[in-house]
C-alpha cells in the first residue's frame, strides 16, 4: 500500500513521548476490529498526545465535498454530537492541502479569526490531519483547544504524518475485514435464501421454484395436494412440508392408500372397537387419531373407495372420526397432505372420485417437477446417491453421465437411484463407465424396434428379465395371459 512519502529515517526526529504516543496507537490500532471503536479511540490518543481540549474524526465524501460526523469528543471524554461546533474552513484546508496542518493563535491569525466557530469557542490552537483511504482522502482528525499549548509545534508535524498513516492503514486493513464480513454475510443469506429442502437434493430452477412453494405453504395450516409422476419425490415433498411447518414437533403419520382391500384401509385410518368386525379383538386407536395436532399424510389417494371418500370428506370439514363400531365421534386435528401421481381432476370428470373431496384436498396443489425436467441436477443426484451408499471415491465418467443427461427417465429419481446402485456393484477401479450403466430399456427399444412384432418381442423379454422370468408376474405386468407369453417365447426360440 502506498503512503505519503515519509522517510523512515525522520523517525529520529520524533521525541520520546511521540514514540511512545505512536507505539499506544499501533497497539489501539492492531487490537480493534470495529470501524466505530477505532475512530473514538483515536479521537481519544490523539486529544491526549496534543493535549488539546476538543477533538473530531469526520468522514469526507470526496463526491459531495461533505463532511459528516463520525465521532467527536472531548478530553474528559464526553462525546460531542455536533459537527458545527468546529471548524468547517480548517477540516476544508486539511483536505485542500492533503497534508497534516497546524495553527497557533487561532484568534490572531488573519485567516482563521473570521471564522465563527473560532470566535464562538475561542479557541487557539487547532491541528488537523488528513486520513486516506486508496489514496484519496477519507477523513480527517481535527483537534483544537482554547489555550495555546506547547505541544502544538511545527515539530509534531511530523508525528502527526506518522499519526495519519498509522490511521489509514489500518482503516484500511477494517475495511477489508468489514467488507469481507458483509460478503459474507451476503452469501450466507443468499444460501439461506436458496431454501434448503430437507432431504431433497436439487438446485435446478423448477427445485428452487418447489422449495419456494413449500416453504411458503408449509407454515399455513391448507391441505396439501402433491401431484406428480412416480418416483418424483412426492414422499419427500410431503415429509418437508411437515418438516417445516409449526405441527414439525407432532406426528407425522403417511397412509397408502393404493390397492389395499377397503376394510382394512378404513380400520387403519379410523380405528375400531372390540368386536367390531370377526378379528377385532380389543380396541384399536386409528391413525387420524395417532396423528392428532400432526399431520397425515394421504398417500396415492387416487385409488379409494367411494364409501372411504365420503368419510375422508368428514374428517377434513368436521375434523371428526368415528372408530369401526362405534358411535362416539371423537375429534381430530390434523393437517392433511395427499399425494397422486394420477390425473385427479379427470378422475372428478369421469365420476370417480369425489368433487367435493377433490376440491378440499386441493386446496394448494403442488407439482412436484419430473427428473427429465431438471436433468441439471443429475450429477449432484448421482454425487449423493454414491456418498450415501459407499465410503469409497467413486466417479462417474463423462460419458456414464451424458448416457443419463439423455435419458428420459420415466421412473423419475427412484429409477436414477437404481440405475447407480446396479453401477456401484458393477464398477471398479473408483469409476463408473457406460459399460455399467443399464436402463430400464423400453424407451430405447421403442427407438431402436423397426416392426410392431420385433417391439412385442423386446417388451416382453424386457419384462421378462425385470421380474426373473417370472411368467406369471410378467404377463400381469402385460396384461396378457401365461398362455399368450409361452406361444411367444416359442415362436421366439424357433427363431434362434
Ligand atoms: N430431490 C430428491 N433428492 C434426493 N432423493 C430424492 C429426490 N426426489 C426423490 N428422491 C428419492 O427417490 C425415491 C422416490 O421418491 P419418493 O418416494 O418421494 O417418490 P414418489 O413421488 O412418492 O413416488 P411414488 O409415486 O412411486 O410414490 C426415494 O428414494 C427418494 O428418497
Ligand atoms: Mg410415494
Do not use: C, I, P, R
Given at each position: 500500500m502506498k503512503q505519503t512519502s515519509l522517510n523512515i529515517s525522520e523517525l529520529k526526529n520524533l521525541s520520546k513521548e511521540q514514540y511512545e504516543a505512536l507505539y499506544l496507537l499501533s497497539q489501539t490500532l492492531n487490537s480493534t476490529s470495529q470501524k466505530e471503536t477505532l475512530i473514538e479511540k483515536v479521537v481519544d490518543i490523539l486529544i491526549e498526545v496534543t493535549n488539546a481540549e476538543r477533538g473530531l474524526f469526520a468522514k469526507y465524501d470526496s463526491k459531495t465535498f461533505q463532511f459528516s460526523l463520525l465521532s467527536a469528543r472531548t478530553f474528559k471524554k464526553e462525546k460531542i454530537s455536533?459537527?458545527?461546533?468546529?471548524s468547517s474552513q480548517v477540516l476544508q484546508q486539511v483536505v485542500n492541502q492533503n497534508k497534516p496542518i497546524l495553527y497557533h493563535d487561532a484568534q490572531t491569525n488573519p485567516k482563521l479569526n473570521q471564522f465563527e466557530s473560532v470566535q464562538l469557542h475561542k479557541i487557539k490552537s487547532m491541528l488537523g490531519v488528513p486520513i486516506k483511504k486508496d489514496e484519496i482522502i477519507w477523513g480527517v482528525i481535527l483537534v483544537d483547544s482554547q489555550t495555546d499549548r506547547k505541544?502544538?509545534?511545527?515539530?509534531?508535524l511530523l508525528f502527526l504524518q506518522f499519526f495519519s498513516n498509522l490511521v489509514s492503514i489500518s482503516l484500511e486493513k477494517i475495511f477489508e475485514i468489514e467488507n469481507l464480513f458483509d460478503e459474507n454475510l451476503r452469501l450466507k443469506n443468499e444460501l439461506e435464501s436458496i431454501d434448503k429442502i430437507p432431504d431433497m437434493i436439487g438446485n435446478s430452477k423448477p427445485m428452487q421454484e418447489l422449495s419456494k412453494t413449500i416453504h411458503k405453504v408449509a407454515n399455513t395450516e391448507v391441505n396439501v395436494l402433491i401431484l406428480g409422476e412416480?418416483?418424483?419425490g412426492k414422499d419427500l415433498v410431503a415429509r418437508a412440508i411437515h418438516k417445516l411447518s409449526t405441527r414439525k414437533n407432532e406426528n407425522y403419520l403417511a397412509q397408502f392408500c393404493g390397492s389395499i382391500p377397503d376394510s382394512l384401509l378404513e380400520s387403519e385410518l379410523f380405528g375400531y372397537m372390540k368386536?367390531?368386525?370377526?378379528?377385532?379383538a380389543k380396541d384399536k386407536k386409528g391413525l387420524f387419531e395417532v396423528a392428532d395436532k400432526g399431520t397425515f399424510f394421504l398417500d396415492e389417494i387416487a385409488d379409494i373407495s367411494s364409501a372411504l371418500q365420503a368419510k375422508l370428506l368428514r374428517v377434513i370439514e368436521n375434523k371428526e372420526i368415528i372408530r369401526l363400531g362405534d358411535t362416539k365421534v371423537i375429534k381430530v386435528d390434523v393437517r392433511i397432505l395427499a399425494a397422486t401421481n394420477k390425473d385427479l381432476k379427470k378422475l372428478v370428470e369421469e365420476g370417480k372420485f369425489r368433487e367435493d373431496l377433490y376440491y378440499r384436498l386441493n386446496v394448494f396443489p403442488i407439482k412436484v417437477p419430473t427428473l427429465r425436467e431438471r436433468k441439471s441436477d443429475i450429477p449432484l443426484l448421482v454425487k449423493n446417491f454414491i456418498e450415501n451408499s459407499t465410503s469409497e471415491n467413486i466417479k462417474l465418467n463423462p460419458t456414464a453421465l451424458t448416457i443419463l443427461e439423455n435419458y428420459s427417465w420415466p421412473g423419475n429419481v427412484r429409477q436414477l437411484n437404481n440405475v447407480i446402485s446396479r453401477a456401484l456393484i458393477l464398477s471398479s477401479d473408483g469409476m463408473i463407465t457406460k459399460e455399467h450403466i443399464s436402463l430400464d430399456n423400453e424407451q430405447n427399444t421403442l427407438d431402436s424396434s423397426r416392426t410392431l412384432k420385433e417391439l412385442e418381442e423386446k417388451i416382453l423379454l424386457n419384462r421378462l428379465e425385470e421380474f426373473n422370468g417370472n411368467k406369471t408376474l410378467t404377463a400381469k405386468s402385460l396384461d396378457v395371459s401365461v398362455r399368450w407369453i409361452q406361444k411367444k417365447m416359442k415362436e421366439i426360440n424357433s427363431k434362434s
Open positions: 455536533d459537527l458545527s461546533t468546529f505541544e502544538f509545534t511545527d515539530k509534531n412416480s418416483g418424483s368386536g367390531a368386525f370377526t378379528g377385532a
